[in-house]
């Protein structure tokens, strides 16, 4: 059962992707052209139970071997952007991470399949600069932190020792693509985790990990 914190992948792949990734934002010089700035934006999501551990999720992603319960949820999110883009320097160099924004997001999930309840969460997001891809996509990631609360008990949360807590504490991962034909428009994959906190707020068998998709649209 899911319960702990999400750290550093140790795939290969995954490591080359990070400071790919890095690279690009680092070597977008103070000359790059920056988009208009967004302050609002609202999401659709759809997500499906994944049964693996919360560290464990690249790897197995990257193998192909997830597999899900029959427990989903679809819902919708509204997030405002706090503290509008802002470079992180380099030290010792002329360049910096450009673009990064902090957001705080709230969402309302309804859950059904082998559990049917309501769920709300709040949380505050880290979102990268955009880096470029190719042919006009471009991407962002963004990591948030904050909290999760069930209308009722979730059905497959905890085990036969732990009972399901509805209060936990919420981690969100995404990635936001973009393309350059449609601006104001993202699809955006994501993982939704709640957990105890190594069993500071509930006891460590209890958490979840659902795995989906999103379609966010900027608002005006």
């Not at 499906?48 to 197995?60: G, Q």
């Not at 769920?119 to 880096?131: D, K, L, P, S, W």
Request: proline content about 7%; aromatic content about 12%.
């Amino acid at each position: 059962m899911p319960r702990r914190f999400f750290r550093p992948p140790i795939s290969k792949t995954l490591w080359f992707l990070q400071i790919s990734c890095l690279a690009s934002l680092g070597l977008a010089g103070p000359t790059a052209a920056q988009s208009p700035e967004r302050m609002w934006h609202v999401t659709g999501y759809a997500s499906r139970w994944a049964n693996t551990d919360l560290l464990d999720v690249p790897e197995r992603s990257f193998r192909g071997n997830l597999t899900f319960e029959d427990a989903n949820f679809v819902g919708a999110g509204l997030a405002r952007v706090i503290v509008p883009s802002f470079s992180i320097p380099v030290p010792g160099t002329d360049f910096a991470f450009r673009g990064n924004r902090i957001e705080i997001e709230g969402q309302v999930l309804r859950h059904f399949g082998s559990q049917s309840h309501w769920e709300g969460t709040v949380a505050i997001m880290f979102r990268t600069g955009q880096i470029p891809l190719f042919g006009g996509l471009s991407v962002n990631f963004a990591v948030g932190e904050g909290l999760s609360y069930a209308s009722e008990r979730p059905a497959l949360e905890g085990s036969f020792r732990v009972e399901p807590t509805r209060f936990l504490n919420y981690l969100a991962f995404e990635a936001e693509f973009s393309h350059a034909s449609l601006p104001g428009v993202y699809f955006v994959p994501r993982i939704h985790h709640r957990s105890g906190i190594f069993g500071v707020i509930a006891p460590r068998e209890s958490g979840s990990n659902f795995i989906g998709a999103g379609l966010r649209i900027d608002l005006p």
